[in-house]
């Protein structure tokens, strides 16, 4: 079974620029979530969408993310305009069902350099 | 709320000596609690998880865990170490009845020299 799916593996952009970050999830999988990964604030949790429905996007930073889920198959976290500290490794990932039990599968992650 | 707190930044080790990544947690609620790892430039990985049951939970790798309800803790160990084990690990709590959060600590990176 394939993993979790993410493009790109790297982007660098420039500043203002629009960024498009890609994930696909596991198969059978209803629920997906989106990290990001810095070093000064480790892992955060952006929003996690269940059944393709948003449920918690509480950790999304400004109004410059957004995320969607058009199917349970796809989905993409959208930064519009890009800033120099919205460098970092993002990650998707996803877990079979909704409960707070249930091991999430990450993806290898996009890294992010904006200049 | 729930907060982690790893103790360690940085663990460094010789092969084949044991090991012990320090995990504390806070929360006003009951938690489920989890390991992952993550090796160099690859996402994280599930190493065990504590959901109930016996407080000693046994892993991939030969790593296994104590949850320990007094002390708010869930340390990760094992006994002999490879070099293969150089990764950085994450502890990581979510409430038993609540949303579908994981709240990760900051790390824990172990080198492993030979």
């Known amino acids: 079974d394939a993993g979790v799916i993410q493009s790109p593996r790297h982007e660098v952009t420039e500043m203002g620029q629009e960024v498009t970050l890609r994930c696909k999830p596991i198969s059978g999988h209803n629920s997906l979530f989106w990290y990001r990964q810095t070093m000064m604030r480790g892992l955060e949790l952006l929003i996690y969408?269940?059944?393709?429905?948003?449920?918690?996007d509480s950790g999304m930073p400004e109004d410059r993310f957004s995320a969607k889920m058009p199917n349970a198959s796809f989905s993409t976290l959208k930064i519009q305009p890009s800033e120099p500290r919205d460098s970092a490794v993002y990650f998707c990932?996803?877990?079979?069902?909704?409960?707070?039990?249930?091991?999430?599968?990450f993806g290898p992650g996009t890294r992010l350099l904006v200049l | 709320a729930q907060s982690v707190t790893q103790l360690d930044s940085q663990v460094p080790v010789f092969e084949e000596a044991p090991v012990e990544l320090r995990c504390n947690y806070s929360s006003s609620v009951s938690v489920y609690l989890f390991w992952y790892v993550q090796y160099p430039n690859q996402g994280l990985q599930l190493l065990l998880k504590?959901?109930?049951?016996?407080?000693l939970v046994k892993g991939i790798n030969g790593f296994e865990a104590e949850f320990n309800k007094s002390q708010t803790s869930f340390h990760l160990r094992k006994p002999s170490v490879h070099i293969s084990d150089t990764a950085e690990y994450f502890c990581a709590v979510s409430e038993r009845q609540g949303a579908q959060k994981l709240v990760f600590g900051q790390g824990t990176r172990l080198t492993i020299n030979p």
């Open positions: 990932a996803s877990s079979k069902t909704s409960g707070s039990r249930e091991t999430q599968y």
């Open positions: 504590y959901l109930s049951g016996s407080t």
């Open positions: 969408f269940n059944n393709n429905v948003p449920i918690d």
